[in-house]
């Protein structure tokens, strides 16, 4: 008889067993509500594999009462979902289909609109799911009749939960009468090596378990090599909590920052390496705004484009969005101007009576604001030559701090000599 996968096996069968998805499946969160008060309407879940989209599609089915059937978009055709329609209405599906769709991208158009009559009459429940961003692969008359949820990569954290409990089904089951032990540092590099895919996780696990031979004494030991040769990647250097954790993130940052796109392409080899995607996207955007700023604006939205590209992709394509940034902004020119000026700001905040706002730039617009003196001698900008007229915007006790200090690159001086002009200033 054939194996059933570790995964299959250990599948949660309510929401509290499911790993990660809290923004969605978290108490009080759109979709558990949903699922709780047994009201489903078509629904569409996105995001990358092994990260519980089945799973939740079959504790949905089992909670209405209605027939599950599944297909896939890969292998189905038009004569799969005609045998569907055909059962509807039978004692085969007394209360309708729940439809659970797997890689509804792969079905054209005609497929899809071949759904549309019964998802609209309610005998069809489609619960559709995809790694591709449905408003590309999704025809809009099936996106206009359905929830999309967004499904996201698991956090090592939560995928160690899951290997935990797997650790302990296959003890009663597979291992049952064996002393069963697995090191510490071993599921976290499982966890580690799964790239958020909790499937890939198990697989792993399963594959160390057939892996390490019982002792005479019937013990089974998983220590870290066991887990490394079960995962093929190679154990690093690297805890997320500890130094090596931030030295490589400062040098990463310090990389960028001085210019030196090769060093900076080697430490996101080793943050590639240890599979760490949220520390590099973070790390990216604040490069960004921190280090590169007002020097090369456009930055900041071209590497928001390429996070979000890799959050999509996952590893490994994620790397290819990822090397564009990093080469990008360590190659791009530098300026600090918009970090000094917030923290300068910041400073005099905590540190002195800045005072209060000037009367013309407090809010006018309710009854009374004129007998306050509210707004009374506020000259809009947009009704003078150049929309620039001077007038104080600052308190009374700070009116002549400067924050800002234009960078010596060419774009903010630039807009330094635009202003300068405009506002007659004297080089």
């Known amino acids: 008889m054939a194996r059933t996968p570790l995964a299959d096996r250990i599948r949660p069968i309510t929401l509290d067993e499911v790993v990660g998805q809290e923004h969605l499946l978290g108490k009080g969160k759109l979709l558990r509500n949903i699922i709780e008060n047994n009201e489903i309407p ?71 609109q071949s759904l549309l009559e019964f998802m609209e009459n309610g005998k069809i429940t489609l619960i559709a799911s995809t790694t591709e961003n449905p408003y590309f692969y999704v025809y809009n008359a099936v996106l206009s009749r359905s929830v999309i949820f967004e499904f996201q990569n698991i956090t090592p954290e939560d995928i160690e939960k899951a290997v935990r409990r797997a650790v302990d089904i296959l003890k009663e089951t597979d291992y049952k009468g064996f002393c069963v032990t697995v090191d510490d540092d071993a599921v976290t590099h499982i966890a580690h090596g799964a790239n958020g895919d909790v499937r890939k996780a198990l697989n792993s696990l399963e594959v160390a378990f057939f892996a390490a031979n019982p002792d005479a004494d019937r013990k089974i030991h998983i220590a870290l090599e066991t887990a490394v040769e079960a995962t093929q990647k190679k154990a690093l250097k690297y805890d997320k909590d500890g130094d090596s954790h931030y030295d490589i993130l400062s040098a990463f940052q310090k990389s960028i920052r001085g210019s030196d796109p090769d060093a900076a392409v080697h430490y996101l080899a080793r943050l590639v390496a240890a599979d760490d995607l949220p520390s590099i996207c973070r790390r990216l955007q604040v490069a960004a705004a921190e280090d590169i700023g007002l020097a090369y604006p456009q930055a900041i939205p071209i590497v928001r484009a390429c996070v979000e590209m890799a959050l999509q992709l996952g590893f490994p394509e994620a790397r290819i969005p990822l090397a564009d940034a990093v080469i990008l902004l360590a190659t791009a020119p530098k300026s600090n101007s918009g970090i000094n000026a917030i923290d300068a700001a910041l400073s005099d905040i905590s540190n002195i009576d800045t005072g209060d706002i000037p009367s013309h730039l407090k809010d006018s617009h309710y009854g009374g604001a004129k007998k306050l003196g509210h707004g009374l001698e506020y000259k809009y900008p947009h009704s003078y030559e150049n929309h620039y007229i001077p007038q104080q915007y600052l308190p009374d006790n700070i009116k002549d701090r400067k924050y800002y200090e234009y960078g010596p690159n060419k774009t903010e001086q630039a807009a330094k000599a635009y202003w300068s002009k405009i506002k007659g200033e004297k080089k």
Do not use: C, W
Not at 55 to 74: H, P
Not at 100 to 108: A, G, M, S, T, V
């Open 42 to 112: 078509n629904m569409i879940f996105y995001g990358p594999s092994g990260v519980g989209k089945t799973t939740v599609a079959n504790i949905i089915a089992a909670k209405t009462g209605k027939t599950l059937r599944k297909l896939n978009a890969t292998t189905a055709s038009v004569s799969d979902i005609k045998e569907i329609v055909a059962s509807l209405d039978t004692l085969l599906a007394p209360d309708g289909v729940l439809l659970y769709l797997d890689e509804i991208q792969h079905f054209n158009k005609k497929q899809q």
